[in-house]
């Protein structure tokens, strides 16, 4: 069996080797994926993996804009179409000065998993640009956004490609690349998700990540009749995602003891409640400041500055930020401290000797593309709701969301349970992902 993945890596390294994060990725899927493949006909001496690890489509672009000072900048938009055997192209775009063709194919990859385990019919994609949002006015950001959609719309549409946010990329972006995919197009369709409520979009779905994230967490806490209430929790990232779990957990009775951002960490020893989550909110979304700014109003917390915040003693960990923020050590450190549950709302946050650590001690670890599918999830959602021309109630889209949350920990339990009852997420997600987008590409032959 090694040696039939060894030779599949190495073939993917030879085409890829500068793409590590790709790279990471697609060796995550193989070592759990091609076992279950060489156990099943249908999908033996398919190549079907090898198809998968192939992006449908490339596009790489240049956005040209001028900044406040009148300077011409220039930056570089992508596209990556990775699969549509089970639906039209779908996921984020992030705008982040780290943007390249490895860290957008790692997303698409997963995209792909990702969306045929939320159990709606959407393919995987990805994009950005290596435009670097922090420090830009309201202005600058509308003009790249307009000259970044001037390029992209030809590429995207409702029914063929529908982006989203990722980091960097918010409701104030997806409003500004709405309005000019609107333009050109002259037709208002769902094109994007993540829009304004007054222009299609879906309630539930800013909170979507956050909450998915932790209801997984829920999920797998309860197969060891255990919850989250009265639980420490440690949470990295202060954005979208890290922002609606922490709001999450409160209501759930957890205790959420940090937040972190590229610069550091805060630690505040009396839980972040409510009313401070509210401060937080307004720093980060309103006045676009820095985390350390939490000090200046609660003056008993911690700054602990150019660290993650997994020293801190916790029984949950939720890493929110980015890929790669959480390794082997700091999965060392979390285990001697007693963490009993990590659930990513990250992308691909935990390196692969996190996870080999994490599942030596058997505790509960689920995969992003598990644990944090109920974002993308309820933006097929928002797309039922523009095609249907009408908006369900919060409620009837949380309990939606849940119910899809709920599922993908059953199908994780039907592909990962091992024999001594050990769940692993990992192996469970991977194969549930895979099996449903092989099916599609079998059916519909060697296009
Ligand atoms: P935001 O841009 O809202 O927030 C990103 C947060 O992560 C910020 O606090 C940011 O800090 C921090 N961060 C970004 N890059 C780094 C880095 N290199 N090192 C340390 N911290 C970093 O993004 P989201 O919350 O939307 O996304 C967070 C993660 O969740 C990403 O991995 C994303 O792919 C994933 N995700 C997002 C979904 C969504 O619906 N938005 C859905 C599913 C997954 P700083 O301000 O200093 O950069
Ligand atoms: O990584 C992700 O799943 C996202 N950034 C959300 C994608 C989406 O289309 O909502």
């Known amino acids: 069996m090694e040696s039939i993945i060894n030779e599949f890596l190495d073939l993917v390294k030879q085409r890829n080797g500068n793409e590590p994060e790709f790279l990471q990725a697609v060796e995550e899927v193989a070592e759990t994926v091609i076992p279950y493949i060489v156990k099943h006909d249908i999908y033996y001496k398919k190549n079907i993996l090898l198809r998968m690890v192939e992006p449908e489509r490339v596009v790489t672009f240049r956005v040209c804009w001028v900044d406040d000072t009148g300077e011409i900048q220039v930056n570089r938009g992508y596209r990556i179409q990775m699969n549509s055997a089970i639906g039209p192209y779908k996921g984020g775009l992030r705008f982040h000065p780290t943007v390249n063709m490895s860290i957008l194919k790692f997303l698409a990859f997963e995209q792909v998993f990702k969306n045929s385990l939320t159990t709606l019919p959407m393919g995987g994609g990805k994009g950005g640009s290596d435009f670097d949002p922090k420090g830009k006015s309201d202005n600058e950001i509308m003009r790249f956004c307009h000259a970044f959609m001037s390029e992209l719309f030809r590429h995207i549409g409702h029914n063929t490609d529908v982006p989203a946010g990722d980091i960097g990329v918010g409701a104030r972006e997806i409003g500004f690349l709405f309005g000019m995919y609107k333009k050109i197009s002259n037709g208002f369709t769902g094109v994007l998700t993540g829009k304004g409520m007054s222009w299609g979009g879906s309630l539930i779905r800013p909170e979507a990540t956050g909450y998915g994230t932790v209801y997984f967490a829920e999920n797998m806490l309860n197969t060891r009749n255990d919850s989250i209430e009265g639980k420490n929790v440690v949470i990295s990232g202060s954005g979208n995602v890290a922002q609606y779990a922490a709001e999450k957990v409160i209501q759930l009775g957890g205790k959420v003891l940090t937040l972190s951002d590229s610069s550091g960490y805060i630690y505040d020893a009396d839980g972040i409640d409510l009313d401070k989550l509210r401060f937080v909110m307004h720093l980060k979304n309103v006045k676009r400041e820095r985390i350390n700014e939490y000090l200046n109003k609660y003056a008993n917390a911690k700054y602990i500055k150019g660290k993650t915040p997994w020293e801190i003693k916790c029984d949950i960990a939720l890493p929110c930020a980015t890929q790669n923020e959480l390794n082997e050590n700091d999965a060392d450190t979390l285990l001697k401290n007693g963490c009993i549950c990590v659930s990513e709302g990250a992308n691909m946050p935990s390196t692969k000797g996190a996870i ?92």
């Open 356 to 447: 080999e650590a994490f599942h030596k001690a058997k505790i509960l670890f689920a995969p992003g593309k598990a644990s944090n599918a109920g974002g993308v999830a309820t933006s097929g959602l928002e797309m039922t709701q523009n095609s249907l021309r009408f908006n369900w109630t919060r409620e009837e889209v949380d309990l939606k969301l849940k119910e899809i949350m709920s599922n993908i920990h059953d199908s994780c339990i039907d592909y990962g349970k091992e024999e001594d009852g050990y769940i692993d997420y990992v192996k469970g997600a991977n194969i549930a992902g895979f099996v449903k987008v092989a099916d599609a590409m079998l059916a519909q032959g060697i296009v």
